[in-house]
């Protein structure tokens, strides 16, 4: 008896086929009815497996995917019940057609046993080879169109996956596209149509909750001399070492926004007195204020000094009774600023 099941293929035509050939293993321990059901299914249009054995059976069925197993009741090692109930055991072959083999097809109990193992139908011997050809018909166009839904399914599942990382790509892509159209492309801060977009919902917050906004214009003292001296590269690393000192400065509820060139500007939120608005504007002065250290080309350090002057204007105090308030906060916020120019820079003056 072979250690192995025995393949047998239908047609040189059939094997030469793209699409692999569907299978049917035959169970059987007598050669002579493996020799009779191999000439049977020759012209099936799928590749025919013998197994000796149960044992044989299950060993094949770790190697193949079968459309149909023809499946011999009565065998030495173990009968055709207990193949097929393991079978039914695992997830792999637990939905794979079985058709019962028996000479004891009138046997209700054993019909009845077989169903319950997961026996599709039974085959009475000796068989009757236009039933066995119509039944086998049968299963093997089942399961062409099985396979063929999952080739689908599978290629549905790659477009839909395909699709899905365009979706994230394109998303990205717009979030990209958004970001930069609202952001600063030297220091990454909210730009002035993000600044002017945050101001709004900032006063239609305060509107509701009653409290103060504080808005703070900010021009760099000193800093064209720094440009026109290193150069504008070392300019630009000035800028953005002065964008991340404000961030460092302001809170998470707050919003530090550059405006052009050396200008910009503040909200903050979430404050109930003038005087917590006025300490931030205090803390961001002195954090602007204190030494940089600059390359300034070839590896060469400099240590630069700067300041900032900071006007503050108030919500509702310095825009009551404007058609529009965010352009009244800011003008008042900017003649505040220009004043602490006047009054000698590197300092913050409220609006009167």
Known sequence: MPDHPTPSTSSAADAAQETPLPKILVVDDTPANLVAMRRLLARSGAEIIEARSGNEALA???????????????????????????????????????????????DDMNRLRGYSFGAV????????????QSKVRVFL?????????????TELDARNQLLEAEIIERKRAEEM????????????????ALFMDRMDHALARADRSRQLVGLLYIDIDGFKPVNDRYGHLAGDRLLQR???????????????????????????????????????????????KQPYELEIGGGEQQIVSIGASLGVALFPEHCRGMPDRREALIRAADTAMYTAKKSGKNRVVLAG
């Not at 166009?141 to 399914?153: A, I, N, S, T």
């Open 242 to 288: 002065i964008a991340g000192r404000m961030r460092q400065a302001i809170r998470r509820s707050d919003t530090v926004a550059r405006l052009g060139g050396d200008e910009f500007a503040v909200i903050v939120e979430d404050v109930n007195t003038a005087e917590q608005i006025v300490d931030l504007a205090n803390l961001i002065c002195e954090a602007v």
């Open 121 to 132: 139908d039974y085959i009475a011997k000796p068989i009757n080879d236009v039933i066995l």
């Open 141 to 153: 166009d089942l399961y062409r169109g099985k396979r063929q839904l999952r080739k689908l399914v």
């Open 60 to 106: 094949a069925c770790l190697d193949h995917e079968f459309a149909l197993i023809l499946l011999d009741v009565q065998m030495p090692d173990i009968d055709g019940f207990e193949v097929a109930s393991l079978l039914a055991e695992e997830a792999s072959t637990a939905q794979t057609p079985i058709i019962f083999v028996t000479a004891a097809f009138a």
């Open 177 to 192: 596209v958004l970001y930069r159209a609202t952001h600063d492309a030297l220091t990454d801060l909210p730009n002035r």
